[in-house]
């Protein structure tokens, strides 16, 4: 590997650290004020219904922001270990590169929920915004919810990845289907459909109920997706490069799957 080579992975492996610690950092912040003990929205808007949607749809515009950002130009801003599982298996990403997205995305991860202790007793309310299993439907309903939600990210993501018309938009994919998903979803299991994002706030927090909820559900829930993706139905157009931001730009040689 030549050192310019070397030198782009590590630009492309550090944009990827800090876009995955701003989703965590921010979002999870959103989490803590919408739904944190004393948190503004919480007296604003009652309903917790309302709060869900509005939390996923302010959750999906931080990663949509990050995505179209100059980190996400840089890394192609998978943001999630599932999404690079993705990439993997359509192909589009060397398993050594997959490899090294994961572990920048969890350190990432860490580094994105330290800070939500300075929230304190707000924070410590909602576990940092840890997802948990529902109490009420227990852990099964939430791994189904899990699976579920990833299953349907994956693959409208990929969707609109495969056609040269809709993947610049894919970035506005995620405002919406969180909105959605987090309005129906959280109340199983939080609504990850990110091993990374509930890797953080358990961490920090040491709550980690059903951790592995947030692992199983969404690697199964890819893995669906992507052999849905295989169908023959659907083979009538391929992903290109393993990125989520399509503007135009020349992709950096991380994503060729010829690159060294």
């Given at each position: 590997?030549?050192?310019?080579?070397?030198?782009?992975?590590?630009?492309?492996?550090g944009a990827e650290l800090i876009g995955t610690a701003l989703l965590i950092g921010v979002g999870l912040s959103i989490v803590i004020l919408d739904f944190g003990q004393g948190g503004v929205l919480v007296r604003i808007v009652p309903s917790e219904a309302w709060r869900?949607?509005?939390?996923?749809?302010?959750?999906?515009?931080?990663?949509?922001?990050?995505?179209?950002?100059?980190?996400?130009?840089?890394?192609?801003?998978?943001?999630?270990?599932?999404?690079?599982?993705?990439?993997?298996?359509?192909?589009?990403?060397?398993?050594?590169?997959?490899?090294?997205?994961?572990?920048?995305?969890?350190?990432?991860?860490?580094?994105?929920?330290?800070?939500?202790?300075?929230?304190?007793?707000?924070?410590?309310?909602?576990?940092?915004?840890?997802?948990?299993?529902?109490?009420?439907?227990?852990?099964?309903?939430?791994?189904?919810?899990?699976?579920?939600?990833?299953?349907?990210?994956?693959?409208?993501?990929?969707?609109?990845?495969?056609?040269?018309?809709?993947?610049?938009?894919?970035?506005?994919?995620?405002?919406?289907?969180?909105?959605?998903?987090?309005?129906?979803?959280?109340?199983?299991?939080?609504?990850?459909?990110?091993?990374?994002?509930?890797?953080?706030?358990?961490?920090?927090?040491?709550?980690?109920?059903?951790?592995?909820?947030?692992?199983?559900?969404?690697?199964?829930?890819?893995?669906?997706?992507?052999?849905?993706?295989?169908?023959?139905?659907?083979?009538?157009?391929?992903?290109?490069?393993?990125?989520?931001?399509?503007?135009?730009?020349?992709?950096?040689?991380?994503?060729?799957?010829?690159?060294?």
């Open positions: 590997m030549t050192a310019n080579k070397r030198a782009t992975h590590w630009r492309v492996f869900r949607l509005i939390t996923g749809f302010l959750f999906g515009c931080t990663g949509a922001a990050i995505t179209i950002s100059p980190l996400g130009k840089a890394s192609g801003a998978h943001l999630n270990p599932v999404v690079t599982l993705a990439f993997l298996l359509m192909r589009r990403l060397r398993a050594r590169h997959a490899a090294g997205y994961v572990v920048v995305q969890l350190i990432g991860a860490v580094l994105g929920a330290a800070p939500l202790l300075a929230w304190g007793a707000m924070g410590r309310s909602v576990a940092y915004g840890a997802t948990l299993p529902s109490p009420v439907f227990g852990e099964g309903w939430a791994l189904l919810g899990e699976i579920g939600g990833t299953f349907i990210m994956v693959f409208c993501l990929f969707e609109l990845l495969r056609h040269r018309a809709t993947k610049p938009f894919a970035p506005a994919l995620f405002p919406p289907l969180y909105a959605i998903m987090v309005w129906l979803e959280a109340p199983l299991s939080g609504a990850s459909t990110n091993p990374a994002r509930s890797f953080g706030p358990a961490l920090i927090s040491g709550d980690w109920r059903g951790g592995w909820i947030y692992w199983i559900g969404p690697i199964v829930g890819a893995l669906l997706a992507i052999a849905a993706h295989r169908a023959p139905m659907w083979r009538r157009s391929a992903i290109g490069v393993a990125k989520v931001h399509h503007f135009g730009h020349q992709p950096s040689a991380v994503f060729h799957m010829d690159a060294d």
